[in-house]
């Protein structure tokens, strides 16, 4: 079912509730953000009838280790979703993580968004705009753990980004996904994306290609002149 929802200009925030049953499985150890994890209060395969509420924000300065945390999930998770892996992102000492986020978060041109389940960290997205386009953005690092898939989490980090993007002016969003993720098509493309040119290498010398994709962004109906519709 799809989840109601609700986003607020003021910080960014989107909200959003989901109502059903679900299994709750066991993730493999590395994975976070899973409802059947200790800190939920939630044992294996026991009946959910019904999911805390998701909220979707911009990353804190000072959340870089949940930021990490949800990275390297993604990684080991995703391996052939993203360009970076995890052996390399791994290799990164503490100081690094802090100052990526820490600069990130406290930027205007970046929008590091984390997704929550009531205080579960279940997912990520990070979008910035262009050094050279100030109309152009581009999203990256988009992951949802997989027991919170399936239940509007995505939506509401696209959402969030897109919220993000008009209020910078920003036209075009581009991004890039790989044929072995066909729900994260699929969900790009309710969002608006269209394919934008050949597939291409996800990195220099990989065999997975990844296709571009591109969303053209209205302005927001309070700024059109009077006789655009």
Sequence with gaps: MKSPTNSRASG????GSDKGATEAAAPPPHLIGCPCSSTSGVRPNTQLSVMPPFTVRRFAPHEWRTYRDLRLSALAEAPDAFGSTY???????DAQ???RLRLAASSEAQFPAL?????????LAWARRDDANPRLGHVFQFW????SRGHGV???LMEAVIEWAR??????????????HPAASRLYRRAGFVNHGTPRPLRPGSSIFAQPMQLTLEPPSHTRRPNER
């Design 12 to 15: 960014l925030t989107c909200v």
């Design 87 to 93: 052996d390399l992102e791994a290799a990164r000492n």
């Design 115 to 123: 997704a929550l389940t009531g205080e579960t960290p279940v997912g």
């Design 97 to 99: 993580w802090e100052d």
């Design 144 to 147: 949802v753990a997989p027991p």
């Design 154 to 156: 995505g939506h509401l």
């Design 167 to 180: 209020t910078l002016g920003v036209a075009t969003l581009r991004l890039d996904v790989t044929p072995s």
